[in-house]
């Protein structure tokens, strides 16, 4: 058992590849069922779109896009990519 200092979770898009810090979590006794991926509209016209991903029990995301994406789907595939990767690095299961 420990404390994450840092997690890099990096997505390959079509458009880009963008990494993401996350500092501080603890993930130990997570499960997969705790986290989901949320698309929300934060941005300006052509590109709103951008995932974040919540931890339940909590109001703020653990990480999110910084990259804005032009659509819905295409932001919740890159979110979800997000979120795999963030599991396998930690074992999530």
């Given at each position: 058992?420990?404390?994450?200092?840092?997690l890099?979770?990096?997505?390959?898009?079509?458009?880009?590849?963008?990494?993401?810090?996350?500092?501080?979590?603890?993930?130990?006794?997570?499960?997969?069922t705790?986290?989901?991926?949320?698309?929300?509209?934060r941005?300006k016209?052509?590109n709103?779109w951008?995932?974040e991903i919540?931890?339940?029990?909590?109001?703020?995301?653990?990480?999110?896009?910084?990259?804005?994406?032009s659509?819905?789907?295409?932001?919740?595939?890159?979110?979800?990519r997000?979120?795999?990767?963030?599991?396998?690095?930690?074992?999530?299961?």
């Open positions: 058992m420990g404390q994450l200092t840092n890099t979770v990096c997505v390959q898009s079509q458009a880009a590849s963008a990494c993401h810090i996350i500092d501080f979590m603890n993930f130990v006794y997570d499960k997969q705790d986290f989901s991926v949320v698309i929300k509209n941005g016209p052509p709103p951008r995932w919540y931890r339940a029990g909590h109001s703020r995301a653990v990480a999110q896009s910084s990259e804005f994406f659509t819905m789907s295409a932001a919740k595939k890159a979110g979800d997000a979120l795999a990767e963030l599991f396998e690095k930690h074992l999530i299961s």
